[in-house]
């Protein structure tokens, strides 16, 4: 079954950090560009962070440059997103997705509050 399955999310205070993964199965994620989303409530789903395959490049919303870092590993068929210095507006649910014939996951949520 081609799928992607996010985890990691939880409640964090501002400041603090989070470790999100995204586990792909079903097809062979280093094949393919990835990337992370997220969506607010109320919010469009917007694009946070994009890796090459071999994850030699990579680029990011200006909102999160900085602070985020996505990185890959081909060999467990995952990639990461690290997520530092964390702003209540980073609250949302955060999706990861490679190719297009791979459905959207169910998202792993993410709050920062105190």
């Known amino acids: 079954q081609v799928q992607v399955v996010e985890s990691g999310g939880g409640l964090v205070q501002p400041g603090g950090s989070l470790r999100l993964s995204c586990a792909a199965s079903?097809?062979?994620?280093?094949?393919?560009?990835a990337g992370w989303y997220r969506q607010a409530p109320g919010k469009e789903r917007e694009l946070v962070a994009r890796i090459t395959n071999t994850g030699s490049n990579t680029n990011y919303a200006d909102s999160v440059k900085g602070r985020f870092t996505i990185s890959r590993d081909n060999a467990k068929n995952t990639v990461y997103l690290q997520m530092n210095s964390l702003k209540p507006e980073d609250t949302a649910v955060y999706y990861c997705n490679g190719p297009t014939f791979v459905p959207w996951g169910q998202g792993t949520q993410v709050t920062v509050s105190s």
């Open positions: 079903g097809f062979t994620f280093g094949r393919y560009d």
